[in-house]
């Protein structure tokens, strides 16, 4: 009697503490929710206004986004960033993510000016090797900085490609296919600019992105 008075004991006290460790659970994360999607909005835009800068333009990256149709991009739909000054856009940031990286997927977005050249590139997120493909990150090494400035004159430009390839970007030493996934990546942004210019130039909205 004694033993089934104790288990009832103990079961009740288990229930008890599992329920309070739930909620305090729900609580936590509701109360940290603002926080946790205000901070991802930081580190997004930290990102878009490395390759755009602010005082280059009159608008809100984060606010002036259009949302196109784009599974060459790597994303059934894409939000593409606007950035303008004086009601016209000057530049767009597209999101590629590039599935032939060494350990992963590789996510990138890539501003491009409305002349067609490459404003900037930056890696959002990875998988590759400390040390090798991890130079993609501009935390370890300025080699995403290559590719500023830089224009594809044709959709077929054999230059757009590592220089093992016969292209003009470098590759790592001893790690030649996370740096081709990326110029890959930022020539498939390229082209499907090229495609798309007219409506991604256009100073007004074709989609609310969601």
């Given at each position: 009697?004694?033993?089934?008075?104790?288990?009832?004991?103990?079961?009740?006290?288990i229930?008890?503490?599992?329920?309070?460790?739930?909620?305090l659970?729900?609580i936590?994360q509701?109360?940290?929710?603002?926080?946790?999607?205000?901070?991802?909005?930081?580190?997004?835009?930290k990102?878009?206004y490395?390759?755009?800068s602010?005082?280059?333009?009159?608008?809100?990256?984060?606010?002036?986004?259009?949302?196109?149709?784009?599974?060459?991009?790597?994303?059934?739909?894409?939000?593409?960033?606007?950035?303008k000054?004086?009601n016209?856009?000057?530049?767009?940031?597209?999101p590629?993510?590039?599935?032939?990286?060494?350990?992963?997927?590789?996510?990138?977005?890539?501003?491009?000016?409305?002349?067609?050249?490459?404003?900037?590139?930056?890696?959002?997120?990875h998988k590759?090797?400390?040390?090798?493909?991890?130079?993609?990150?501009?935390?370890?090494?300025d080699?995403?900085?290559?590719?500023?400035?830089?224009?594809?004159?044709?959709?077929?430009d054999?230059?757009?490609?590592?220089?093992k390839?016969g292209?003009?970007?470098?590759q790592?030493?001893?790690?030649?296919?996370?740096?081709r996934?990326?110029?890959?990546?930022v020539?498939?942004?390229l082209?499907?600019?090229?495609?798309?210019?007219?409506?991604?130039?256009?100073?007004?909205p074709?989609?609310?992105?969601?």
């Open positions: 009697m004694e033993l089934l008075t104790s288990l009832r004991e103990n079961t009740v006290g229930s008890i503490f599992a329920i309070v460790t739930a909620g659970i729900a936590t509701v109360s940290t929710k603002d926080q946790i999607i205000e901070n991802e909005r930081a580190q997004q835009a990102a878009l490395e390759i755009i602010r005082d280059s333009i009159d608008n809100d990256l984060l606010q002036d986004v259009i949302s196109i149709e784009a599974p060459e991009l790597g994303y059934p739909l894409a939000k593409i960033y606007q950035a000054r004086d016209k856009v000057k530049a767009v940031i597209v590629v993510m590039s599935p032939d990286g060494y350990s992963g997927d590789i996510s990138l977005i890539v501003g491009i000016n409305a002349d067609n050249s490459v404003a900037g590139v930056r890696v959002l997120s590759e090797t400390p040390g090798l493909g991890d130079k993609i990150d501009l935390r370890k090494s080699w995403i900085m290559s590719f500023n400035e830089k224009s594809m004159i044709s959709s077929n054999s230059s757009w490609a590592v220089k390839d292209g003009q970007f470098d790592f030493t001893g790690a030649t296919i996370t740096p996934a990326v110029v890959n990546a020539g498939q942004a082209r499907f600019f090229k495609k798309n210019r007219d409506l991604l130039l256009s100073p007004k074709m989609k609310e992105a969601s």
